[in-house]
Every structure is written in structure tokens, then in C-alpha cells.
């Protein structure tokens, strides 16, 4: 599991982040690696998400790296975003678990079932930064925000 060197205060939420590439040997962490950089490393969710980003070969790790995850970060909000086979994975996890990953945080999810460089989008940013704004208004108020607040 890795995670961007980034101040826990200084952000609104974690994303959690499973490429298009699962991971199948010690010579593909390499790209793996250096995809995840350029897709979420370009500055896009600096102040908005710390990225954590496990290397995951099947739905056993992935429910470990979560477990670990939830053991050691399980008091802030999160995201899934998630690519190809790794989307995939995610979108199964949510699934099973919705309403307990809810409870626990889960803010939104963003999923494709395509593996390509520019998934990662400035609305996904937005959407994130308002995910995060209306649950501190909930909060804080006990009520959602109105739409007049929000923007929408």
C-alpha cells in the first residue's frame, strides 16, 4: 500500500486507487507504479485526497490492503476510483459491503471498465471537494446542504 506524502490535515479524503493492471510479478510494479504516478500524481488531488494506490492480483489482497487500510486510516472519509480489472475488483467490494462502507466513510466512487491514462479528471476532482463539503455540512448542521449552497 503506498501513500503520497501528503499532511493527513491538510486534505478532505483519501482515494483509494486500483489500476488497469493487476499485479502479476515483481517486474510489473515498475509500470504499475509509474502509471499511477502519471494518473493521479499530476498535482490534480494535492489539498483534496491523499492517494493510496495497493498493488493487488485478486480479490484476497484486495480485501487485505482494505483491511489494512480501515485498521490504520479508518477514521477519514475516502474514495474508490478504479480502472480495468482493477475497477472491477473495487466495484465488486462496494457491492458486497455499500451500506457499511457508507457508514464508514466512503464518499464516492468512480469507476471505468477501460485502463487509460487520463481517466482522472478535473470534474472527478470537483466532485470529490463537493462530496467532502456536504458531509462536513452534515455534520456540522445534521441535515444535507441545501442545493442553493451546494452549487447544484
Known amino acids: 500500500m503506498r501513500e503520497d506524502a501528503v499532511r493527513q490535515f ?10 488497469g493492471v493487476l499485479y502479476t510479478n515483481v517486474s510489473a510494479v515498475a509500470g504499475i507504479t509509474a502509471y499511477v504516478r502519471s494518473e493521479v ?6 489539498g483534496v485526497a491523499r492517494v493510496f494506490a495497493p498493488l493487488v492480483a485478486c480479490e ?5 490492503a482494505l483491511e489494512w487500510y480501515f ?3 479508518g477514521d477519514r472519509w475516502f474514495v474508490f476510483v478504479g480502472e ?3 475497477g472491477a475488483l473495487l466495484k465488486a467490494y462496494e457491492e458486497r459491503r455499500s451500506d ?3 457508514e464508514m466513510g466512503l464518499l464516492a466512487s468512480f469507476y471505468t471498465e477501460n485502463s487509460h491514462e487520463g481517466f482522472v479528471k478535473d470534474w472527478m476532482v470537483r466532485a470529490v471537494r463537493d462530496a467532502v463539503a456536504a458531509r462536513r455540512y452534515r455534520e456540522q448542521w445534521g441535515r444535507d ?3 442553493e449552497a451546494s452549487g447544484k
Not at 491538510?10 to 489500476?19: F, R, T
Not at 484476497?60 to 487485505?64: G, K, M, P, S
Request: charged residues 30%.
Open 84 to 86: 480495468g480489472a482493477g
Open 10 to 19: 491538510s486534505v478532505g479524503a483519501d482515494m483509494i486507487y486500483l489500476q
Open 71 to 73: 485498521d490504520n486510516c
Open 100 to 102: 457499511e462502507l457508507r
Open 60 to 64: 484476497e489482497d484486495l480485501d487485505r
Open 41 to 46: 500524481g499530476k498535482g490534480k488531488f494535492t
Open 145 to 147: 446542504m441545501p442545493a
